[in-house]
C-alpha cells in the first residue's frame, strides 16, 4: 500500500501562483510513477500532469503547459505541482496518484493504483 497525502491546496487570485505537495508512505517512492489529476464540480476527473523517474518521462496536459511543472523529491517521497499564471478555469480539487514505474504514464485515472483524498484549489477572478 501507499499512502498519499495531498497539501497547498487555497484561494488565489487568477494570475497568482501555488505550489502543491503530495507526501507519500508506505513503499519505495521511487518505485512509483506520480500524478496529478483534478476534479471540477460537475466535470470528470481529469489528469494535469506526470513523471516517472527524476529526469525521464513528464507529459502534461495541454491546458496546463507552459504554466505547470510537476517535480519529485525522492530523499523526501514527495510530488510537488508548482502553478503558475493560474486562471479560474484551474480551480478544482486536485489530488495526486501512483503507479507502478515500470509502466508507461497513462492520462486515465483508472489507470492509476493509489490516489490520496485531495486538496482544494480554488482561482478568483
Known amino acids: 500500500q501507499v499512502q498519499l497525502v495531498e497539501s497547498g491546496g487555497g484561494l488565489v487570485q487568477a494570475g497568482g501562483s501555488l505550489r502543491l505537495s503530495c507526501a507519500a508512505s508506505?513503499?519505495?517512492?521511487?518505485?512509483?510513477?506520480m500524478g496529478w489529476f483534478r476534479q471540477a464540480p460537475g466535470a470528470e476527473r481529469e489528469f494535469v500532469a506526470a513523471i516517472r523517474r527524476i529526469g525521464d518521462s513528464i507529459s502534461y496536459a495541454d491546458s496546463v503547459k507552459g504554466r505547470f511543472i510537476i517535480s519529485r523529491d525522492n530523499a523526501k517521497n514527495t510530488l510537488y505541482l508548482q502553478m503558475n499564471s493560474l486562471k479560474p478555469e484551474d480551480t478544482a480539487v486536485y489530488s495526486c496518484?501512483?503507479?507502478?514505474?515500470?509502466?508507461?504514464?497513462?492520462?486515465?485515472?483508472?489507470?492509476?493504483?493509489?490516489w490520496g483524498q485531495g486538496t482544494q484549489v480554488t482561482v478568483s477572478s
Open positions: 508506505g513503499r519505495t517512492f521511487s518505485n512509483y510513477a
Open positions: 496518484a501512483a503507479r507502478p514505474v515500470v509502466f508507461t504514464i497513462s492520462y486515465h485515472s483508472s489507470s492509476w493504483t493509489y
